[in-house]
């Protein structure tokens, strides 16, 4: 039957297990900021659905969210969300663009990084959480644009 194309209007759902903590990390409580879902903007110039751009791999991949994270004690600190699609969630390229367009394929990969680790009241940074280190999360579709015109497969 085919995967949903994804389109301007649909969102990205970032998730983890208990939707508030990367599954490797369960010590500290991650909120994301801005909060899921995000809203996505497609670029195809071409591809439309309903008069909506399709969305191409870097529409999503270059999008990123800020989230601020607190362990134990320690407070404030704060990182980048970025995602990376699977090759479920990209279509063969089409034959007007030679592009690839983004369908829902499943969840796909988000990487939680530190840009700030968080301090204890002492002002001593988060040992287990340097700059630069991350942790892995999970991402979804959402088509609130309920675009059930047209599928790819």
Known sequence: MGEIVIITGDTITIT????????????????????TPLLLTGSSPNFKVRGAPACWPTDVETLKTGFMYTSGSYVGGT???????????????????NEQIVINGGAFEAKFTITAPAMNPNAMPDPSRPVGSSKDGSASFTS?????????G
Do not use: E, H
């Not at 990182?79 to 663009?97: M, R």
């Not at 609130?144 to 790819?152: A, D, E, F, G």
């Open 16 to 35: 983890t297990p208990d939707k508030t903590v990367p599954p490797n990390d369960a010590l500290a409580l991650y909120t994301l900021t801005p909060a």
């Open 79 to 97: 990182g980048i969300v970025s995602l990376k699609l699977k090759d479920a969630n990209k279509s063969q390229a089409t034959k007007n663009s």
């Open 144 to 152: 609130p644009t309920k675009n059930n015109i047209l599928r790819v």
